[in-house]
């Protein structure tokens, strides 16, 4: 038991929709699973089943209707995360947990560089020290040189997202979720994102990822969660 | 005498009641004392008072005279400067008046004095304990050249608001490298209100310092009294790195008594257009030429 | 659990405009869908707002104008007086100069407390970025002086210090240096708006509150403000309060936001939770609203 770093009990997203009229429906219902600390957890199931929304409910950007999400954080202890204060949310966000979304949203003018770099600097890394590793990250990635200084929105849709990974594993949380990452990603780039992958699982990070490549999932995950569409 | 009613007009040697001591009646003197133990509980601040019509004219002293005559008794002994000269007009007239109405004795002599009256200037002797400085005042709200508002200037006051005047100097060193206010330079009291110490020049500030005697401003237009107790800080607003500068007499002497450490006021002969410099404190000058 | 304090805690913030009487609490709000009391015709400004920020935050209200945003965000200010509600500011500083303010402020209700220690909470831990650069900056006195005027409401008493700050400012506003001396009227709006986040900033404040600060910019001017103050956030990494209309302002610069209507609080969350997840059919409204 201890080394569950989530647990989740009964778990249930209602959406109450008021436009154009009220209308009411589940994303998911009855969700029960452990993750635990160090393996590599993957979702599974047909679109439109509920895998992204219950992502976000992990991540707290979706608020959860019912039930609990017990998370094992190393500056908190065990909290029920959907009920957890916004502030210590925010705080998990930034040092323990990270995100990667289906599509890369981020703020334009900011270049890519700056934006890798980012939650480094949020944890006081030294300006200089996270750029020099925001650029090897990139180039590890396989995003050429003379991209850095732009706007990733500029670039092409793989780009997008490898720049969207860089920046949610370059601070190695301990855990990570993940949007069907490489959805978007050529066989290479793939290879690429799946080695990375697999060093951070190594080094000790838990992963929960939703991935649509049956091949990919099975030479990565240590269990598969599959989902059914809610009838 | 015990000065409650005091008889003033000796024509035909017959004695009548015309003035009360000291001109004013007796509650006026009751409620302006009250006001001053006001000022001095809380230095620099401008205690409004009920400034009484008197025989002179607004803007001629009256806030000073209505001070001097609510403190002075009996034994008292008056001194009264107008910029330093014992013999001006105002001086004169103010003199006389209250010699007139207190019959006490009045004296050019600084040390001898126990209530001095002025107009513009501190006394280049230093005064003692047993003394109280009665200050003529014109305008006494410091904050009026930056805010027209008395409403707001109060406001001021109570917040310690004083960022307007601190960007008023800094404005004055920016575009002219120098503060351009001369005469009445603003002072900060006991840490907590600015004020303005009448029309005095730059080289009287440092005395208001930790003074060993009372020092009592009144303004008769405004209806004001404000007052430093003896021994309060009071500053002038200041720099770090641009420090508060009295005018500057150096290698100039008084022409009369060759007095250096005093203020001077210039003469500039029409004839031949030389300058010369004397005392502006006729009564110190006088004491020095005096073998 | 965490053991950080809030910079700031507000608790049952309440303003209303007009005498109030025993129907405003049921006759306004979001659920009557109105800000007047029809009985008394009083104006609720905002009711029972209650909220912590923490140090090192950014905190954003949005709402249709006419929602209490701005109400709150200048009770904060102490533009003017609360109806009813308690804020506490906590905070824990090196610095020295501050020891005593702070002393003075714990566990104080900044509400009810003197108009002189909140003009020196406002003055020395506070900043504020209006909307019309004209309420926060003065347009008769240059640039710089602009910027030191909040440096001199702080204390700060070295001009080259201030000098110095103000030209860091400008440079780091990217603001042409050599118009530092000129005044702000020839200015453009955006470069304006610059001069008033200078002035915000100079004194290194804890706590910036932003009101709308880039409605009335063109959109490229726009960009460039909210970048800015963005990047100087993370810089100097001081709380901030954003308000705004414009849910792309709350998502650049905030993590966390409240929804307000009426006067109330209707809804508050994560931000990326109140964009993506909106529960309140009134937040569902704004976000589907945005262009």
């Given amino acids: ?231 | 005498m015990t000065g409650k009613e005091w008889i003033m007009n000796q024509q035909n040697n017959k004695q009548t009641f015309l003035y009360n001591f000291a001109y004013l009646d007796e509650n006026t003197k009751k409620e302006i004392r009250r006001k001053i133990l006001k000022a001095v509980a809380i230095p620099g601040y401008q205690v409004p008072f009920a400034s009484r019509e008197m025989p002179i004219g607004r803007g001629w002293g009256t806030g000073g005279l209505q001070l001097t005559l609510s403190i002075i008794g009996c034994a008292d002994t008056l001194k009264v400067i107008d910029q330093g000269s014992d013999d001006s007009v105002n001086a004169i007239s103010i003199k006389k008046f209250i010699q007139k109405v207190c019959s006490i004795p009045i004296t050019n002599d600084t040390k001898k004095a126990t209530v001095i009256q002025t107009r513009h200037r501190i006394p280049e002797e230093k005064l003692e304990k047993n003394q109280i400085l009665v200050f003529q005042v014109p305008v006494p709200e410091i904050l009026r050249i930056i805010e027209p508002s008395d409403q707001v200037t109060k406001r001021m006051h109570a917040e310690a608001d004083y960022s307007a005047i601190w960007l008023y100097l800094y404005e004055d060193i920016i575009h002219f490298n120098e503060i351009s206010i001369g005469a009445g330079y603003p002072v900060m009291v006991n840490q907590r209100y600015i004020m303005d110490p009448s029309p005095i020049p730059r080289f009287d500030i440092p005395k208001l310092n930790h003074s060993r005697s009372l020092l009592l401003f009144g303004a008769g237009r405004e209806k004001r009294i404000y007052a430093i107790p003896p021994f309060t800080d009071v500053h002038p607003l200041e720099f770090e790195d641009f420090t508060f500068r009295t005018e500057d007499f150096s290698g100039k002497t008084c022409s009369k008594c060759n007095a250096s450490d005093v203020y001077l006021d210039e003469i500039i002969d029409d004839e031949s257009g030389t300058r010369s410099y004397q005392c502006s404190d006729t009564s110190y000058c006088e004491k020095r030429c005096q073998p | ?291």
Avoid at chain 3, 91 to 117: A, G, P, R
């Fill in chain 3, 1 to 291: 659990m965490s053991t950080i304090k809030p910079l700031l805690s507000v608790r049952n913030l309440t303003k209303r405009f007009g005498p109030g009487c025993e129907d405003c609490e049921s006759l306004t709000g979001p659920t009557q869908n109105r800000n007047q009391c029809p009985t008394c015709k009083t104006i609720l400004g905002c009711g029972e707002v209650s909220f912590d920020l923490y140090p090192n935050e950014v905190l954003g209200i949005v709402g249709e104008s006419g929602s209490g945003k701005t109400t709150l965000l200048r009770a904060l200010h102490f533009d003017f007086e609360v109806t009813s509600g308690e804020m506490f500011f906590s905070y824990l500083s090196e610095n020295n100069e501050l020891t005593d303010l702070i002393k003075q402020i714990q566990d104080v209700n900044l509400f009810t407390t003197t108009n002189y220690v909140k003009r020196k909470v406002r003055n020395f831990l506070t900043g504020i970025i209006y909307q019309n650069p004209l309420m926060g900056i003065n347009l008769n006195i240059s640039a710089g002086g602009n910027i030191a005027e909040k440096m001199l409401m702080a204390e700060w008493r070295n001009l080259q210090t201030i000098r110095n700050r103000s030209k860091y400012l400008f440079q780091k506003t990217e603001m042409p240096l050599e118009r530092i001396d000129q005044s702000p009227k020839d200015f453009s709006g955006g470069m304006q708006q610059r001069v008033q986040i200078s002035k915000a900033l100079a004194s290194n404040p804890v706590l910036l509150f932003l009101d709308e600060v880039t409605t009335g910019l063109d959109l490229s001017v726009q960009a460039g403000v909210l970048d800015l103050i963005r990047n100087i956030q993370r810089e100097f990494r001081f709380s901030m309060i954003v308000i705004s209309h414009d849910f792309g302002v709350i998502r650049l610069l905030t993590e966390r936001c409240m929804v307000m209507k009426n006067g109330k609080v209707i809804e508050h969350g994560l931000t990326d939770q109140i964009l993506e997840d909106p529960v309140h059919p009134y937040t569902q409204l704004l976000v589907s609203s945005q262009l």
């Fill in chain 1, 1 to 231: 038991m201890n080394n569950i770093i989530l647990q989740v009990e009964n778990l249930e997203k209602k959406f109450e929709l008021y436009l154009p009229e009220k209308k009411v429906f589940f994303a998911f219902q009855n969700i029960n699973f452990n993750l635990y600390q160090g393996e590599f957890f993957s979702i599974s199931g047909p679109s439109g089943s509920g895998k992204s929304s219950l992502l976000k409910c992990l991540y707290r950007t979706y608020k959860t209707t019912k039930g609990s999400i017990f998370y094992r954080s190393s500056r908190y202890g065990i909290v029920d995360f959907t009920k957890l204060q916004e502030q210590s949310v925010l705080n998990i966000r930034s040092n323990e947990m990270s995100y990667v979304s289906q599509f890369l949203n981020v703020i334009p003018r900011i270049s890519a560089l700056n934006l890798v770099a980012e939650p480094l600097i949020r944890k006081n890394i030294p300006q200089g020290i996270a750029i020099e590793r925001a650029k090897e990250m990139l180039s590890r990635l396989n995003i050429p040189t003379n991209l850095f200084d732009s706007s990733p929105l500029t670039f092409s849709g793989g780009e997008k997202q490898r720049v969207n990974i860089a920046r949610a594993v370059i601070w190695n949380p301990s855990l990570l979720l993940l949007d069907e990452p490489t959805a978007s990603l050529d066989e290479k780039s793939e290879k690429i994102v799946k080695k990375i992958l697999v060093t951070m699982k190594k080094s000790g990070s838990t992963l929960i990822g939703i991935f649509h490549n049956k091949k990919l999932i099975n030479q990565i995950s240590d269990r598969v969660f599959l989902f059914r569409k809610e009838e």
